[in-house]
């Protein structure tokens, strides 16, 4: 009987589990690459959220908020610097910077017979920039795991707690007990959920509510330079640490090791910088510059061995690396290695994608309302928007797995969303895992050096454009634009230089610009509106003439009692004072610091401890 052909399937098919066998001691460093990835572009994009143009801007109080937590993070949202925005321009610029600044480096190492002096250099460059970006990744990461243990809402038996930091204890705002009789009662416990259940002594009890309380203790630092910057920073504990931890690493990648954790930490926090700072404003000037990059990639690859050889010769954090099996016969040490410009150039388009989501997410929300003057044009009024801040957590403790609500989805105070529908991010995330996959498998099939971009970029783009097609979307997405909302205040506003001049230097310099007085009259007297506004309007006419710089520190926490103390906020009546004392927020007074019990009688330094150079 004559021997049978495999059939086209068949050898398909065997070739297929030929090349997963060699590909298997693989696995491991693909799955690590993969998820390197994906880390920085889902953190990156979730942190360069801010409020759209479909939603209201919330509405300010001159009493502190009943909800603190939100109000801060509100305000924090409000102060975030704009991203950079990118043109159609850039889809030229982009290919052609970069080709110019790789053709430089490539013949420059040629050039150059040991191109250890050019790494020193450029280590040197990235080292500043490491210093900021680790820092910033850094904090934040420690601000998302105290969230995780901390966070200000969770469900227990059915009903909805609001974790009450000024009273410490956890207040029930909608939901009852399981068994449907007895109304919930507040819970001493700052552990959330389950394990509130926990019994805890009274000193560990105040321990981690005073830790509950300590992200949020933040120094202001103010800095003014004639012309040059007039600004404010909040640093707090994981501030600190994070900067600490920053300099660290970087001392020690710059002067004692270049392990490859250190690479990616480095590749990570520029990564996740990138993402908060870059946005093509729209998706079609979006994919014109992928497309152009998409050129730029296999050209550079697969036509000039300059991406290769700059990619190997030079060794700074701007890719990402792994450790892979090395070849049998050699028993050197082999990395993977992945370009930041394949994790960045598709995040900014993924990152846009989760914006769009959440501008449609608000835009649904709209309501159409009749117009008061009685003509027959609809006012459109937006929702109120909420900052998304550390709402995680929340979803995670007031949720299940599958995402259905632990309490009841009606009650006092559950406007706010826990989160939204990410329909065009998840797509735009497949589409990047479909590209890398496809990459990979070339790659290990063809031994290779690919052009990630060359996957990526299809992966995306026809991930995203595919679902708007879907959804019937398409003219929403193309008209979509986060320019829109920075010329619309430009024209509301319609304040002259002046007035604009005075609004910003009150915002940047805030508490900085009052008179220092040591009488408590004295304090009372600056702190009316009126006065401060004279004093606004003084310093903005006067101060680019008189003082060439300032510099102060001002401390997080009050040494007062929040019962006792005399609040010194804007306006402040008897009334809001006694609101405040009954507020449910985590304030200043939580601070770890601050000792003052109802029996002790009230400190007299002053509120905030603070140093100024004139």
Known sequence: ?????????????????????LMQPMVPTYIHLLISALLPIYAGAHASLSRPSSAAKPKKSSTRHKDQDYRDDEDEDEETSKMEGMSPTDAIVFPLMAGLTLTGLYFLIRWLDDPTLLNKCLNAYFAVFGVFSVARLVTDALNFGHSIIFPRRYALNGALYHVNGMEKQATPVSGK???????????SSPLPGFLARIPLPDS?????????????????????LHRVVAGKALIGPHGIFGSLFSLSAVAYFNFVDKPWYLTNLMGFGFSYGALQLMSPTTFATGSLILMGLFFYDIYMVFFTPMM?????????????????????????SSLAMLGLGDVVLPGIMIGLALRFDLYLFYLRRQKRKPATDGSDTAVIEKPTYFSLSGRWSDHFWTHSLF????????????????????????????G????????????????????????????????????????GELGLMWRFTEAVEEEDEAAATGKDETATREARMKKALGKHIRTDSGSEDESKANSSDKDLSDRVAKVAEHRPNREVFSFSIEAPWQLKHPRSVHRHHDSTSAASTREDAQDGSQSAEESPTWAASKGEKKAEEPAGKRVRLN
């Open 177 to 187: 007990h399981g068994n449907g009789k007895d109304e919930p009662k507040p819970i």
């Open 204 to 224: 560990l009890r105040e321990l981690l509510w005073s830790d509950r309380a300590m992200p949020r203790n933040k120094w202001t630092v103010r800095m003014y």
């Open 1 to 21: 009987m004559a021997d049978l052909e495999p059939g086209l399937l068949a050898r398909i098919a065997g070739r297929m589990a030929y090349e997963f066998t």
């Open 308 to 332: 290769v050889t700059v990619a190997k010769t030079l060794d700074v954090p701007i890719k990402l690396v792994f450790p892979r099996p090395s070849p049998v016969d050699s028993k050197a």
């Open 403 to 430: 995402g259905r609500p632990l309490f009841p989805v009606h009650g006092e105070g559950l406007e706010r969303p826990f989160t939204f529908p990410k329909t065009y991010f998840r797509a735009a995330l497949v």
């Open 432 to 471: 990047y895992v479909a590209g890398m996959l496809a990459t990979l498998g070339v790659m290990q099939v063809w031994h290779h050096a690919q052009p990630a971009l060359l996957y990526l970029v299809p992966g995306v783009l026809i991930a995203l454009w595919g679902t708007a097609l879907v959804r």
